[in-house]
């Protein structure tokens, strides 16, 4: 099992910034595909940015390319989303998953193994 709990979320004004982070715990190591996913309200989850296992690969959804970056310190056991120039439409929950394989672009929720609680991010105009 594992464990996935994310932090950093808040209340921002359009073009201002926010670091998410997403700590995992339990039969954790580095083997894992990590991914960032969001829900707005009245909307389905959606895709944001994975990165691979060793961190050299990384996908965004084109909605978020050029604001957002994925990382992730396998030491520490932590996967960071770095949101910049944030528009009101990514106002969400944002929500940390973790997936056993390689595919970086599995936006599919239900292969994914791992889900946190979520954290919301707001975005004023």
């Known amino acids: 099992q594992v464990q996935l709990v994310e932090s950093g979320g808040g209340l921002v004004q359009a073009g201002g910034s926010l670091r998410l982070s997403c700590a995992a715990s339990?039969?954790?190591?580095?083997?894992?595909?990590m991914g960032w996913f969001r829900q707005a309200p009245g909307k389905a989850r959606e895709l944001v940015a994975t990165i691979s296992s060793s961190g050299g690969r990384t996908n965004y959804a084109d909605s978020v390319k050029g604001r957002f970056t994925i990382s992730r310190d396998n030491a520490k056991n932590t996967v960071d989303l770095q949101m910049n120039s944030l528009k009101p439409e990514d106002t969400a929950v944002y929500y940390c998953a973790a997936r056993l394989g390689s595919d970086i672009t599995v936006a599919t929720m239900s292969f994914w193994n791992y889900w946190g609680q979520g954290t919301q991010v707001t975005v004023s105009s």
């Open positions: 339990g039969r954790t190591g580095s083997r894992y595909t």
